[in-house]
């Protein structure tokens, strides 16, 4: 079974408007982290924001805002007021396995275009 | 204030030679992760590794690949022999500790087998 689901291949919003992209994600551990990551054209990968398993309120940095629903298991990242600049692929991944996780599990990603 | 780095961005290799990819952690970084990213897909997880220790190899392909992070300098992915299967971005990432810290990563070296 896959670890992280992103079900939207791709994704249109017009700018200022807010976006949801959808991830859920699958583990029988209690401790884990979900993580969104932006990868825009140049290939980077930019951290964009975290929420630990167990956060009870909602993680936000700046636009970005997690949806954390954690009987559905799953992890929405919300893009308000999108700029141009959002234009990327976005990666949802999660990292269980205690306080010795090793590796991230990264899902195959959603790619965003802003429209102006 | 440097972030982690890697180096060469772009490599281009012939079929049977070696790729040797180096990462270099954020300052105060001892934790090191090697990804890989095939065209269209998510990044997967290959190697973990400590200083002069390889903590969790279990997204390595079983040959040709090989990870170090010695005392000194930075840490090495190296593949032998590629094959153009091999053609992907290979992504470094580092973190302070092993709890739930964010991974911060490289720009990435994007290999090409001809």
């Known amino acids: 079974a896959q670890k992280i689901t992103q079900t939207q291949p791709g994704m249109f919003v017009q700018e200022k408007e807010a976006v949801t992209l959808d991830c859920t994600y699958d583990?029988?551990?209690?401790?884990?982290?979900l993580f969104w990551y932006k990868q825009p054209s140049s290939g980077e990968m930019i951290f964009l924001i975290y929420?630990?398993?167990?956060?009870?309120q909602n993680a936000t940095e700046g636009r970005y805002s997690l949806n954390f629903q954690k009987a559905r298991k799953s992890a929405n990242l919300v893009i308000s007021a999108s700029q141009l600049g959002d234009s990327a692929m976005y990666f949802c991944?999660?990292?269980?396995?205690?306080?010795?996780?090793?590796?991230?599990?990264f899902g195959t990603g959603t790619s965003l275009t802003v429209i102006p | 204030n440097a972030g982690v780095m890697q180096n060469p961005r772009h490599l281009v290799r012939r079929r049977g030679q070696e790729a040797r990819l180096r990462c270099s952690p954020m300052?105060?970084?001892?934790?090191v992760y090697w990804y890989r990213q095939l065209p269209e897909e998510g990044l997967k997880f290959m190697v973990y590794?400590?200083?002069?220790?390889?903590?969790?190899e279990s997204g390595m392909p079983k040959e040709r690949f090989s990870a170090e992070f010695p005392k000194e300098g930075p840490s090495i992915l190296r593949i032998q022999q590629v094959v153009r299967g091999d053609s992907a971005a290979y992504f470094c990432?580092?973190?302070?500790?092993?709890?739930?810290?964010?991974?911060?990563f490289g720009p990435g070296t994007r290999l090409t087998v001809l």
């Open positions: 300052k105060g970084h001892s934790h």
């Open positions: 590794l400590q200083k002069e220790n390889i903590i969790d």
């Open positions: 929420q630990g398993s167990y956060d009870e």
């Open positions: 583990t029988s551990d209690q401790s884990y982290g």
């Open positions: 990432a580092s973190s302070r500790t092993s709890v739930y810290n964010e991974q911060f």
């Open positions: 991944a999660m990292r269980e396995g205690g306080w010795t996780g090793n590796q991230f599990y």
